[in-house]
């Protein structure tokens, strides 16, 4: 045997595959202590040629076996990172999503983690209050309240629903990042039920209430988010995967709550001295998600802020690069490069404001669709008619006019000396709103220094400046559509208050 093992143990592949390394032939030699003296010397000149230096076969098989070991790990690699992108991203991402996707979606993951934390740890004051009540709570009147809560929790969100209507498709941002406000609002409120356990029911009633409200506005949020992060047609894709990552950060966030209850126990002091921090990266997650959004639609706002550069109000022109600040800034070949001048719906991102009301870039107030009775009642006929019936057989579909601030009673109107107004037709499309709101830029920045306006001035005003729409409005749509803007679906003009010109 031992004859045999000598004879074996002269070929490199099995001093590689049994004499590896010098521990463990010394281990070996250990076992063969009856061998005689011969076979010991013989194991020995084994020990000293099998060291990988002094043979390059075994050398080139361990080299061998560490690249097969490594290309293992990095093909096991892949596999783990294809298979969480097909779980939680769309397919083809990062090429079927915009660049908005990424960051929004890691910031949003850090909010529903936070969040699921902090009403873990509010549902464990929950259950404190109830148990600091008298025995009778944990029995019929307990059930009670725990349905009442909700049902008045349900009818607020019912109540909520019906009063934003379509609000959530032009303000997505500013309703998404309230809806994560005020969910946070309803933990503070289940947190401090231990502290006064006599105001269970209506502080429960408080949170659910706001849990429900903060469901609906981020349900009714998020398709359209998701709808501007589609770069192809993959809607459903991209909704799927939200929901995958919405249940994975609901299991961590859920962990983390057991964990740290676990590690520090569920006193009310632990509970609060933990809740703050959370509260706080909370909120400056779902802050930052909603940043990193490029909302693609216009309302009100981004109107105006992609029209500000080109009528004399750039406020966004350190994201742009132009030439020189307007005017006389984007000039190429001596007219105005709408291309540098008007900004990408990323470049706008950042300047979107949603937690504060948004203030308008321009001095004059602008009121679109308002009631068309109190403007006509200053008029005489001849002026009435030569406003809603113009001269110009192609008249666009809307009609736009400059009148004295106190023709209008809103608080809009306060201290302004004009104010402009635009009325759309029945008939008006998409491009006609855009083009209405346009010249009314241009007539607001007209209009700045100006004192009372008169009819014959605003009729002059609105002639002059729809020169200047009619000739760059074509372009300026054009190049806003190759910006990536979605001007089929704007949110500036209400269709319920569109008015009706019957001609004779």
């Known amino acids: 045997m031992a004859r045999l093992t000598h004879l074996l143990l002269k070929f490199p592949c099995f001093q590689a595959r049994f004499l590896s390394t010098e521990k463990e032939i010394k281990r070996l030699v250990s076992v063969q202590q009856s061998v005689s003296r011969g076979v010991e010397d013989s194991w020995k000149e084994l020990l000293r040629k099998s060291k990988p230096h002094d043979s390059p076969d075994t050398q080139l098989f361990s080299n061998n076996l560490r690249k097969s070991n490594l290309s293992k790990l990095t093909s096991l690699s892949r596999t783990i990172k294809s298979n969480f992108i097909s779980a939680f991203l769309p397919k083809g991402f990062p090429h079927t999503v915009s660049k908005d996707y990424l960051p929004y979606t890691s910031y949003f993951f850090i909010q529903s983690v936070t969040g699921t934390i902090t009403s873990t740890l509010s549902l464990q004051a929950l259950l404190l209050a109830i148990g600091l009540s008298s025995q009778t709570a944990l029995g019929l009147a307990a059930t009670t309240t725990w349905i009442v809560k909700d049902g008045l929790g349900l009818l607020g969100g019912v109540i909520y629903a019906s009063v934003i ?219 009435i008619s030569e406003f809603l019936v113009p001269g110009d057989a192609d008249a666009d579909e809307y009609r736009i006019l400059a009148v004295p601030g106190s023709w209008m009673q809103s608080k809009k109107c306060k201290g302004s000396k004009n ?50 729409v009619d000739r760059d409005f074509e372009e300026i749509w054009s190049i806003s559509v190759d910006k990536a803007w979605d001007l089929n679906h704007l949110h500036i003009s209400s269709n319920g208050s569109r008015i009706r010109i019957n001609y004779l």
């Open 419 to 468: 104010i402009v107004c635009v009325w759309y037709t029945d008939k008006a499309t998409s491009k006609d709103v855009l083009k209405g709101f346009y010249h009314s830029c241009i007539l607001r920045s007209k209009l700045v220094n100006e004192d009372s306006v008169t009819f014959e001035l605003s009729k002059n005003l609105v002639d002059e400046t729809k020169k200047i």
């Open 165 to 383: 209507s379509n609000k959530f498709d032009s303000h997505p941002k500013q309703f998404r990042f309230s809806s994560a406000v005020v969910l946070q609002v309803a933990t503070v409120a289940e947190l401090v039920t231990p502290l006064v356990p006599g105001y269970f029911l209506l502080l429960a009633s408080v949170s659910n209430i706001a849990k429900n409200i903060a469901w609906l506005a981020s349900s009714a949020t998020r398709a359209s988010m998701h709808k501007g992060f589609c770069v192809v047609d993959n809607l459903g894709d991209v909704t799927g995967k939200a929901g995958a990552q919405s249940t994975a950060a609901g299991l961590v966030g859920t962990a983390g709550g057991i964990l740290i209850s676990w590690m520090f126990g569920a006193g009310y002091e632990i509970l609060t001295g933990v809740f703050g921090p959370l509260l706080f990266v909370n909120l400056c997650a779902a802050y930052l998600a909603n940043v990193a959004v490029a909302t693609r639609t216009l309302d009100v706002q981004r109107a105006e802020l992609l029209l500000a550069s080109v009528t004399n109000y750039n406020l966004i022109h350190k994201s742009l690069d132009k030439t020189v600040e307007f005017p006389g800034g984007g000039v190429k070949n001596g007219q105005l490069d709408y291309v540098k001048l008007i900004p990408s719906p990323e470049d706008i991102a950042p300047f979107e404001k949603f937690v504060l009301p948004f203030k308008s870039c321009y001095q004059v107030p602008l009121f679109l669709d308002p009631k068309l009775e109190p403007v006509l009642e200053k008029l005489i006929p001849d002026q």
